[in-house]
Every structure is written in structure tokens, then in C-alpha cells.
């Protein structure tokens, strides 16, 4: 089984900068292949939103074109934790942010689907 909690949310100004962390327990993801942790982000009233992903082994990232020059994703292989660096937030951005693991990610696959782990979640307010 796998555990993942998210930290870093909290209320910013337009135009300003917070970090997401996830931290995962359970499985080590730097031992399978096939691992890739996303980040997704739910406003009020709408549907769940991928935002960006990253496959462990590699270091390859994916990210939606509206955070796409704005957010980075990244990992760190020995804490097995991912990273969601947020600049230039914009009052848009204000969501629930959660963070999500699959272990079956192959050549081809959607990046914003197949995620079977998730984490509680961690608001995210931009103030205009």
C-alpha cells in the first residue's frame, strides 16, 4: 500500500510562489520502472484537472499548457518525494491540489490517467 501526503499549500498573493511537496511511504519508487507521481488540482464546482506529472526513473515531466512556463514538477529519488514549484500564481490556480502515484506507466500511456494512490489534498489560494 501506498501513502502520500501532500504540504505546502496556503493563501498567496497573484503574481506570487509556493512549493508543493508530496511525500510518499510505502513503496520505493526509484526501484520500478514504471512509477509516475502527478500532480492534479480540483476548484470549487469543477472537474478534477491534471496539472503535471513525472516518471521516477527518468526524470521525464509532463505538465497541462495552462501552468506549462509557470509550474515545475520534480522529485527527490532518496526522500521519495515530488515537488510542484508554483510562480506567477494567477487567482485561477486557486484549487485543492492533490498528489497521486501509478506503477503502470509505458510508452504511450496518458499522463492524466491510470493513478491508483492519492493524498488527502492541500488548498491553494490565490488572492487577487
Known amino acids: 500500500q501506498v501513502q502520500l501526503v501532500e504540504s505546502g499549500g496556503g493563501l498567496v498573493q497573484a503574481g506570487g510562489s509556493l512549493r508543493l511537496a508530496c511525500a510518499a511511504s510505502g513503496r520505493t519508487f526509484s526501484s520500478i520502472s514504471t512509477a509516475v507521481m502527478g500532480w492534479f488540482r480540483q476548484a470549487p464546482g469543477k472537474d478534477r484537472e491534471f496539472v503535471a506529472g513525472i516518471r521516477w526513473t527518468d526524470n521525464l515531466s509532463y505538465s497541462t499548457d495552462s501552468v506549462r512556463g509557470r509550474f515545475t514538477i520534480s522529485r527527490d529519488r532518496d526522500k521519495n518525494t515530488s515537488y510542484l514549484q508554483m510562480n506567477s500564481l494567477k487567482p485561477e490556480d486557486t484549487a485543492v491540489y492533490f498528489c497521486?502515484?501509478?506503477?503502470?506507466?509505458?510508452?504511450?500511456?496518458?499522463?492524466?490517467?491510470?493513478?491508483?494512490?492519492w493524498g488527502q489534498g492541500t488548498q491553494v489560494t490565490v488572492s487577487s
Open positions: 497521486a502515484a501509478r506503477f503502470n506507466f509505458y510508452p504511450g500511456s496518458d499522463w492524466s490517467r491510470g493513478y491508483d494512490y
